[in-house]
């Protein structure tokens, strides 16, 4: 089984804190990503990375930034946390060709809240 | 937990055809989104859609929420259409999100 591990399911800061996400995947995917989930307007992509040292910005990147050093991690970095980056952040990793359905595997999640 | 089901697994279309993609659910939701899933394995967000109907171009979407369903549908397809269609829902306020198995669209040229 793939897995997926986020490095804490709950995490309060303060506003101006850096933060950092981490996630990890044990499957040697090449494919990683980060969404933010937040009630009203569903999952949205902030960045991917199809490779080491590779990303991409995705739909929301404004206030985050990525770090790809190795294959199995992608982190997630707020340089600056706001309030407004209160939300529930996702992890996900996938093969390089996605041939078959179901083939984006999540980590559980990290709650995060900015006070 | 809530059930998440797609239909069909599978369809091949000719270039130019409609699809009618459909994603049923076995409890009352407080999100549903389609997403399309290229080759590449990045999820891109088509519709929000937890009840109504909304239109993007070629693409469209109405969920029932009250027959616990919701339709997709694409017109005038393009061989860049293919890829996977997932249906995912979200039970209550800061549930997890739970996705269908897909809907893979080959669309021929």
């Known amino acids: 089984d793939v897995k997926v591990t986020q490095s804490s399911r709950y995490l309060v800061k303060r506003t101006g804190e850096k933060v950092f996400l981490e996630c990890v995947q044990d499957m040697d995917h090449e494919n990683m990503f980060w969404y933010r989930q937040d009630p009203g307007l569903g999952l949205r992509l902030i960045y991917f990375?199809?490779?080491?040292?590779?990303?991409e910005k995705g739909d929301i990147p404004e206030g985050y930034s990525v770090s790809r050093e190795k294959k199995e991690r992608f982190s997630l970095i707020l340089e600056s946390a706001s309030t407004n980056q209160t939300s529930m952040y996702l992890c996900?990793?996938?093969?390089?060709?996605?041939?078959?359905?179901?083939?984006?595997?999540f980590g559980p999640g990290t709650r995060l809240t900015v006070l | 937990g809530i059930q998440v089901e797609q239909s069909p697994p599978d369809l091949i279309l000719q270039e130019g055809a409609n699809s009618t993609l459909r994603c049923n659910f076995s409890d009352s939701v407080n999100n549903l989104q389609w997403f399309h899933q290229n080759p590449w394995g990045q999820l891109i967000n088509l519709f929000y859609?937890?009840?109504g109907t909304k239109q993007n171009g070629r693409l469209s979407a109405t969920t029932v929420a009250t027959e616990r369903y919701s339709l997709l549908y694409i017109s005038s397809s393009q061989t860049t259409d293919s890829g996977v269609y997932f249906c995912a829902v979200e039970r209550n306020r800061d549930d997890k999100i739970i996705f269908g198995k897909g809907t893979r669209l080959h669309i021929l040229p």
């Open positions: 996900a990793s996938s093969p390089p060709l996605a041939g078959i359905s179901d083939t984006q595997y």
């Open positions: 990375s199809y490779d080491v040292k590779m990303k």
């Open positions: 859609i937890p009840s």
